[in-house]
């Protein structure tokens, strides 16, 4: 990674291409081989999870992380459960003395980020400015790549993530209005386009819990609620709220309100809370 940085900063780097595109939800998506004069590439991703299929073996494809490898590429793309989308950027590098064009390892590795989210504003800005005729497109899309370098450098090993409110705010919603489905980390964070580490991240930063406690909690008070209002037998309401196994649903709620849902019924502390 610090040589690639090292390399980058020296030298004059010419876009070569830009391209987007979306690998529809459990399918593959089989890349041509690019000619060499295209350079080296950066694979972003937008939105989504994947797993990309190489020769020297598959990588895992989500937000938290940048493919860079050199010339040649030929991926083959294996989605997940909902719609993968990237970006592809392709480069060459003059180095700074006059030495011509420069490969760097064309090795793929791994560039490891945590403000994604802010490289994915910038990656659909680059595509569409790239897309644009003259010169001046051409200098603003070297322009937005510079940036997303930088930011890309610029995050390795540095804590300065930023709360994103909206996202946050789209999630929790989400969980409100789906918890009784059976929601898991990866689907939260997919639905934002984010790795499950950042998104765990960012949303305890947001609302204190972890996603999944928050789902635990949403889930249990519900269930409070149900007990307190309702006949439906204790294992009905373990299911209505997201539980088909009556026995998780008795640990959790006793964990929750520190009594067994019977318990808890026959004490009306729920309607002792609410008043």
């Known amino acids: 990674m610090r040589e690639w940085a090292e390399r980058i900063a020296e ?60 010339p040649g590429l030929k991926p083959v793309l294996r989605s997940g459960s909902l719609d993968y989308e990237y970006c592809l950027i392709f480069y060459t590098l003059r180095s700074g003395a006059g030495r011509g064009v420069r490969r760097l390892n064309e090795d793929a590795f791994e560039i490891p980020i945590s403000n994604g989210w802010k490289v994915v504003e910038l990656l659909r800005k680059l595509h569409h400015v790239a897309g644009l005729p003259g010169p001046m497109s051409a200098f603003r899309s070297k322009e937005l790549f510079y940036s997303v370098l930088h930011e890309v450098c610029n995050d390795t090993g540095v804590e300065k993530k930023k709360v994103d409110k909206s996202i946050m705010e789209q999630s929790i919603q989400f969980i409100n209005d789906r918890f009784r489905e059976p929601l898991t980390l990866r689907e939260l964070a997919n639905l934002h386009g984010m790795g499950m580490k950042s998104f765990t991240e960012m949303f305890t930063r947001y609302t204190g819990v972890r996603p999944m406690i928050y789902l635990e909690q949403r889930r249990m008070k519900k269930a409070e609620e149900l007990l307190a209002t309702s006949d439906s037998r204790v294992s009905e309401i373990a299911r209505s709220v997201g539980y088909s196994d009556p026995t998780l649903f008795h640990k959790l709620f006793r964990k929750y309100t520190g009594n067994a849902p019977d318990v808890y019924r026959e004490s009306g502390e729920w309607v002792q809370r609410s008043s």
Do not use: C, W
């Open 11 to 70: 030298g004059s780097i010419t876009i070569t291409g830009v391209f987007k595109n979306i690998v529809p939800a459990e399918s593959e998506m089989i890349g041509n081989r690019v000619p060499p004069s295209y350079g080296s590439y950066l694979l972003f991703t937008l939105r989504g999870q994947a797993e990309l299929l190489m020769e020297e073996g598959s990588r895992t494809l989500h937000s938290d992380t940048i493919i860079s490898g050199g």
